[in-house]
């Protein structure tokens, strides 16, 4: 199920770390089990699929922030070598990369009118969002290889796993990083019920993600002083930020039920049969559709990022809820899965009916989130603190996001397919109506970053080489360094990160 595109609506909890966060005043108390790929690969291998580099201005930010040579010039070339996207052509894109981009195999017919609608609305074309421009209306691009996932695990793992220089430990948790005199000289792990030391001579490279990278830095005392003390870790180097500055994007849903099928409908016993007959004999149809078949960026210019993503989605998942009574709908959300009031990925069902989704998103949220320690026991969850619309900023953008995306879903061209809004239905129509549901159904985009935030300031956590401030031979390269959001999903960046971050271990350049 983890390579099978479609797959993804019945993933395994196994495969998931499962975040548990603290509840979320902005979201009438909600608990969130934040998703995080609990596997090779990652969240790669989890994932929406959606390819999205981002603005070219988020980097240009990065470079103005004082990360030295993280500027859009400077990351285009690690991103096109972490690719091989199917149109070649852009002196923007890569040709041969490991992972492959690729264009929705099957994509559903009402994609056509979704990008007609957005152009009815003043949203222009775009052949390529991740080319140099972003803004504009697009099919989606997804980390697919002949309709099947690609991941880091199969673009960068499979490759090369047997080489002799590489030991991959499966199962394997670890716990912290050894630190003698000033200087990481390895990483403790568990594995089996024993505890393992790996030692090395070089750098140790933190990649756990934007959870666990700071948690392994507090473990293994670096952080806030106050905060490592009151768990009894030895502090190794004062760092006030380490697991602060956790950033994510703040999306809505709107549901729509429609007059042709959809892919919520194939999933039956005699749809999976089908689609996945149709997998095997032609890497085509349902099995191999993404949860986006279309993206919209709005709202940037040149060199200003884009500050709304809408996604398009042929197909609608529950909650929400039959009704759109917003005490039934707070009664369904609270109660949710595994009986433990959390809201959870895991327990989406499809509608019996016919009917699409559409995403808005908030792109570059002024609400900050952090993770810390709940005891210096490595094998215990996370503290994790975050409001998803805390700040009013952000509930106004959200507001202004779902407008935007009832328009065009409200346009001529969609007119002839749409039978209702489903959800939030016409109840909703004033501001204060917007904001009374978005204290209850906005929900995150799985883009959690920053929590080991990247700069040359002495508040930061890595130097724009990704070492870690105040400790030798140890860096960090996943998502958690990114200083700020970008404008979309946070794969391909992360995969960026760990391109350039290759270069930064060998001491290579770019065109070396
Ligand atoms: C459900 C979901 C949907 C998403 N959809 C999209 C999308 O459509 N498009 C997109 O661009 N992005 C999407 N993302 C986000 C994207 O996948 C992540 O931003 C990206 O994977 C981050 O990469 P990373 O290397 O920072 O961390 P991760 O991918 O989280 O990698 C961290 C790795 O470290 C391992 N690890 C953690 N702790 C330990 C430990 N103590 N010991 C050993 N190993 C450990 C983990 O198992 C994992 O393999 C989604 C994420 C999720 C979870």
Same mark, same amino acid.
């Given at each position: 199920?983890?390579?099978?595109?479609?797959?993804?609506?019945?993933?395994?909890?196994?495969?998931?770390?499962?975040?548990?966060?603290?509840?979320?005043?902005?979201?009438?108390?909600?608990?969130?089990?934040?998703?995080?790929?609990?596997?090779?690969?990652?969240?790669?291998?989890?994932?929406?699929?959606?390819?999205?580099?981002?603005?070219?201005?988020?980097?240009?930010?990065?470079?103005?922030?004082?990360?030295?040579?993280?500027?859009?010039?400077?990351?285009?070339?690690?991103?096109?070598?972490?690719?091989?996207?199917?149109?070649?052509?852009?002196?923007?894109?890569?040709?041969?990369?490991?992972?492959?981009?690729?264009?929705?195999?099957?994509?559903?017919?009402?994609?056509?009118?979704?990008?007609?609608?957005?152009?009815?609305?003043?949203?222009?074309?775009?052949?390529?969002?991740?080319?140099?421009?972003?803004?504009?209306?697009?099919?989606?691009?997804?980390?697919?290889?002949?309709?099947?996932?690609?991941?880091?695990?199969?673009?960068?793992?499979?490759?090369?796993?047997?080489?002799?220089?590489?030991?991959?430990?499966?199962?394997?948790?670890?716990?912290?990083?050894?630190?003698?005199?000033?200087?990481?000289?390895?990483?403790?792990?568990?594995?089996?019920?024993?505890?393992?030391?790996?030692?090395?001579?070089?750098?140790?490279?933190?990649?756990?993600?934007?959870?666990?990278?700071?948690?392994?830095?507090?473990?293994?005392?670096?952080?806030?002083?106050?905060?490592?003390?009151?768990?009894?870790?030895?502090?190794?180097?004062?760092?006030?930020?380490?697991?602060?500055?956790?950033?994510?994007?703040?999306?809505?849903?709107?549901?729509?039920?429609?007059?042709?099928?959809?892919?919520?409908?194939?999933?039956?016993?005699?749809?999976?049969?089908?689609?996945?007959?149709?997998?095997?004999?032609?890497?085509?149809?349902?099995?191999?559709?993404?949860?986006?078949?279309?993206?919209?960026?709005?709202?940037?210019?040149?060199?200003?990022?884009?500050?709304?993503?809408?996604?398009?989605?042929?197909?609608?998942?529950?909650?929400?809820?039959?009704?759109?009574?917003?005490?039934?709908?707070?009664?369904?959300?609270?109660?949710?899965?595994?009986?433990?009031?959390?809201?959870?990925?895991?327990?989406?069902?499809?509608?019996?009916?016919?009917?699409?989704?559409?995403?808005?998103?908030?792109?570059?949220?002024?609400?900050?989130?952090?993770?810390?320690?709940?005891?210096?026991?490595?094998?215990?969850?996370?503290?994790?603190?975050?409001?998803?619309?805390?700040?009013?900023?952000?509930?106004?953008?959200?507001?202004?996001?779902?407008?935007?995306?009832?328009?065009?879903? $409200?346009?001529? /061209?969609? !007119?002839?397919? @749409?039978? +209702?809004?489903?959800?939030?239905?016409?109840?909703?129509? =004033?501001? %204060?109506?917007?904001?009374?549901?978005?204290?209850?159904?906005?929900?995150?985009?799985?883009?959690?970053?920053?929590?080991?935030?990247?700069?040359?300031?002495?508040?930061?956590?890595?130097?724009?080489?990704?070492?870690?401030?105040?400790?030798?031979?140890?860096?960090?390269?996943?998502?958690?360094?990114?200083?700020?959001?970008?404008?979309? $999903?946070?794969? /391909?960046? !992360?995969?960026? @990160?760990? +391109?350039?971050?290759?270069?930064?271990?060998?001491?290579? =350049?770019? %065109?070396?």
């Amino acid at each position: 199920m983890i390579h099978v595109p479609a797959g993804l609506i019945r993933m395994s909890t196994k495969y998931d770390w499962q975040h548990r966060a603290e509840p979320d005043a902005s979201r009438s108390g909600a608990i969130d089990l934040w998703a995080a790929g609990k596997v090779l690969g990652g969240g790669s291998s989890v994932n929406g699929m959606l390819w999205v580099r981002g603005h070219p201005g988020d980097f240009d930010h990065w470079g103005a922030l004082g990360c030295d040579g993280w500027t859009f010039d400077s990351v285009l070339p690690y991103f096109r070598r972490g690719e091989t996207y199917e149109r070649t052509g852009s002196c923007a894109r890569g040709g041969d990369g490991p992972m492959h981009v690729s264009h929705v195999r099957t994509p559903h017919p009402l994609t056509e009118v979704f990008l007609e609608a957005a152009q009815e609305q003043g949203h222009k074309f775009n052949s390529d969002y991740n080319g140099f421009n972003q803004d504009g209306v697009s099919h989606a691009q997804v980390s697919q290889r002949r309709g099947l996932r690609d991941s880091a695990a199969t673009a960068y793992l499979w490759p090369v796993w047997r080489r002799p220089n590489l030991k991959i430990r499966r199962k394997a948790l670890v716990t912290r990083v050894v630190i003698e005199d000033g200087r990481a000289v390895g990483v403790e792990y568990l594995q089996g019920g024993k505890e393992v030391m790996a030692r090395c001579e070089s750098d140790v490279i933190l990649s756990a993600g934007s959870f666990v990278s700071p948690k392994l830095l507090l473990l293994s005392g670096i952080g806030d002083p106050d905060h490592l003390r009151s768990h009894g870790i030895e502090v190794v180097a004062e760092n006030r930020s380490v697991g602060r500055n956790l950033q994510e994007h703040p999306y809505a849903s709107l549901i729509y039920t429609v007059n042709v099928p959809t892919i919520n409908t194939e999933v039956t016993p005699t749809g999976v049969v089908k689609n996945g007959a149709d997998l095997v004999v032609r890497r085509r149809g349902a099995a191999t559709s993404p949860v986006p078949h279309a993206v919209l960026f709005a709202g940037g210019e040149d060199s200003h990022p884009s500050v709304f993503q809408g996604t398009f989605a042929p197909m609608a998942f529950g909650p929400p809820p039959e009704n759109t009574s917003w005490s039934r709908l707070k009664r369904r959300f609270s109660r949710s899965s595994s009986g433990t009031g959390a809201h959870d990925v895991h327990r989406m069902h499809p509608f019996e009916s016919p009917a699409v989704t559409v995403l808005p998103c908030v792109l570059h949220p002024e609400g900050r989130g952090r993770i810390s320690l709940r005891s210096s026991d490595p094998t215990a969850p996370i503290l994790l603190e975050h409001e998803v619309v805390g700040h009013p900023c952000d509930m106004d953008k959200l507001i202004e996001a779902c407008e935007m995306h009832r328009d065009i879903m $409200n346009s001529a /061209a969609f !007119a002839p397919y @749409i039978l +209702e809004e489903h959800f939030p239905g016409k109840a909703v129509k =004033s501001e %204060d109506d917007w904001r009374r549901l978005l204290r209850i159904a906005s929900w995150r985009g799985e883009h959690a970053v920053s929590t080991c935030r990247m700069g040359s300031d002495d508040e930061a956590v890595v130097d724009p080489s990704l070492r870690v401030r105040g400790v030798d031979n140890l860096r960090v390269a996943d998502a958690s360094v990114m200083p700020t959001l970008t404008s979309g $999903n946070t794969n /391909a960046p !992360a995969i960026m @990160i760990g +391109e350039k971050a290759s270069d930064l271990v060998m001491g290579r =350049s770019a %065109d070396s």
